[in-house]
């Protein structure tokens, strides 16, 4: 309604100056030469809106003429954009059903309807990917990594790729390339701690783990790499302190103590080991370098102190007993152990040497020896340090299995 009104004002404003042109009159002169023209007012108006609608018609006329191929190049691009949409959608349907050589022959069509865009770039490599063809799957993930917006993409491709023909140091490269194109992407993060692992760069490992990563193994091992002996020191008190009951680290960070002239500091980390995680590997650095029998005796009871009824505690005083002659407190000790089921072969083998020590060679002593060797081969296993991927026994712990070359998987574990 209101652009109505304003019409009808336009229409009225224009006739009344067309009236008001009309009542005036007068002739309008132009002279050239000895040429004369002598147009009316009206007329002279009139003329001008004719040549003026001439010549907007020629301009517009030559302007269509000079943008028609544009035009027609633009109505060929909607063309084929609508065809090589179509064509990716067929894509899609096909990889989705499995088909990776249709998918391939779609995702061609489209890209020569549509061009190198980064969707059809990715689509590519997944459908060359299915189809078996790394190779064709790392040219579109390279022609990614050229584009600057689509870098990011091109490189988790080839990292993929490089992560999965065992390539560690093309891995880490593409995995450097690509923190440097998207900085604290958690999934490179992730990624880069799995490829730390493998390339056992512990340092690395420790520093990208997770929040419930155990860290004393990784601290440990960065520590068997580290040149600086004061960072080495650094990383080894890390590790106990990240956790007291992993029995390396204790082993490690008392060595250390020791080394440095601080021979108790050394024997209280050892108790602290002992008292949250007791190790036979910890009772043996121990009572290092004390070779009378009743002195080992009395250390022993110093480091169970904490941890008094602990299985191997009750197995460290009675061999420590034994081999100084006390054979009533091994047999107590051992006896202890066996009635609160928590022993295994190694204490059905003391109580053998027992009886060998108490009886001799008499039929009480053979007798009692059949009865616990044929406890000791029920009872459960000795515990080792043990591959947890292929089972090999090690006789000390390290961070990978030399075996199978898996890391983190040795553990104080019994057989089975």
């Not at 799995?194 to 419930?212: G, I, K, S």
């Not at 036979?280 to 290092?288: G, K, V």
Request: proline residues 5%.
């Amino acid at each position: 309604m209101r652009r109505a009104i304003w019409l009808l004002l336009v229409c009225v404003i224009g006739v009344g100056l067309a009236w008001v042109l009309m009542r005036m009159g007068g002739v309008v002169e132009v002279r050239v030469g000895d040429t004369f023209i002598g147009l009316s007012l009206p007329i002279l108006l009139l003329l001008l809106a004719v040549l003026f609608l001439v010549l907007h018609g020629i301009i517009v006329g030559l302007r269509a003429l000079v943008s028609w191929p544009a035009r027609m190049r633009a109505r060929r691009a909607a063309r084929n954009r609508e065809k090589g949409e179509a064509a990716l959608t067929r894509a899609l349907v096909s990889l989705a059903a499995g088909s990776a050589d249709a998918a391939r022959g779609e995702v061609r069509k489209a890209r020569s309807l549509m061009g190198d865009t980064p969707q059809l770039l990715l689509l590519t490599a997944e459908a060359e990917r299915m189809a078996g063809r790394e190779e064709g799957a790392a040219e579109a993930f390279q022609a990614l990594a050229k584009r600057e917006d689509s870098r990011f993409l091109g490189l988790r491709g080839l990292l993929r790729q490089a992560i999965q023909r065992k390539d560690w140091p093309a891995a880490q490269a593409l995995a450097r390339e690509a923190e440097a194109a998207y900085p604290n992407a958690a999934w490179l993060r992730e990624e880069r701690a799995v490829l730390a692992l493998r390339t056992q760069d512990w340092r690395e490992a420790l520093a990208l783990a997770a929040p419930d990563t155990p860290r004393a193994p990784l601290a440990l091992a960065a520590a068997s790499q580290e040149p600086d002996a004061t960072r080495a020191a650094e990383l080894e008190k890390q590790a106990f302190q990240a956790d007291p009951g992993f029995t390396p680290a204790v082993l490690a960070h008392a060595a250390r103590m020791g080394a440095t002239g601080s021979p108790r500091r050394a024997r209280s980390v050892l108790e602290a080991g002992w008292a949250t995680a007791p190790h036979p590997q910890i009772a043996e650095a121990y009572l290092e370098g004390e070779a009378e029998p009743l002195a080992r005796v009395k250390l022993a009871e110093t480091l169970v102190h904490g941890n008094r009824t602990h299985p191997e505690s009750r197995l460290l005083l009675a061999r420590a007993a034994l081999a100084a002659g006390l054979t009533g407190r091994a047999r107590t000790e051992l006896e202890a152990l066996v009635e609160s089921g928590a022993a295994d072969a190694r204490a059905y083998l003391l109580l053998v040497e027992l009886e060998q020590v108490e009886h001799g060679d008499s039929p009480v002593a053979r007798t009692a020896e059949a009865k616990w060797l044929r406890a000791a081969t029920t009872a459960a296993p000795e515990p080792r340090w043990r591959c947890g991927h292929c089972g090999k026994v090690h006789a000390r712990w390290a961070p990978v299995c030399d075996a199978c070359g898996t890391p983190g998987r040795i553990t104080w574990t019994q057989a089975g």
